[in-house]
């Protein structure tokens, strides 16, 4: 269903990032958010699921870079770490 959207905007990025945490799936929710970054600038809730699902599989170079990302748009002042 997600495939079919034709407008994808930050709002459905973090919608399926966030679903694919609920069910346990944490490499796809990482996966997803590259594939938002790539096309968004993602919530800090999309951010900090993406850094949880980083955490609970141990993928540090993930991590690091999606806490790079995190500087790069400046969300350094949310709440997001």
């Given at each position: 269903m997600f495939d079919k959207i034709e407008h994808l905007n930050?709002?459905?990025w973090n919608v399926?990032?966030?679903?694919y945490l609920q069910m346990?799936?944490?490499r796809e929710a990482v996966f997803m958010f590259f594939k938002a970054v790539a096309s968004v600038r993602p919530l800090d809730f999309?951010?900090?699921?993406a850094l949880m699902a980083?955490?609970?599989i141990?993928?540090?170079k993930e991590g690091c870079q999606?806490?790079?990302v995190v500087i790069k748009?400046?969300?350094e002042e949310s709440q997001v770490i």
């Open positions: 930050e709002i459905t399926i990032v966030r679903r346990g799936e944490m999309t951010f900090r699921g980083c955490s609970s141990l993928e540090l999606i806490h790079g748009v400046d969300f």
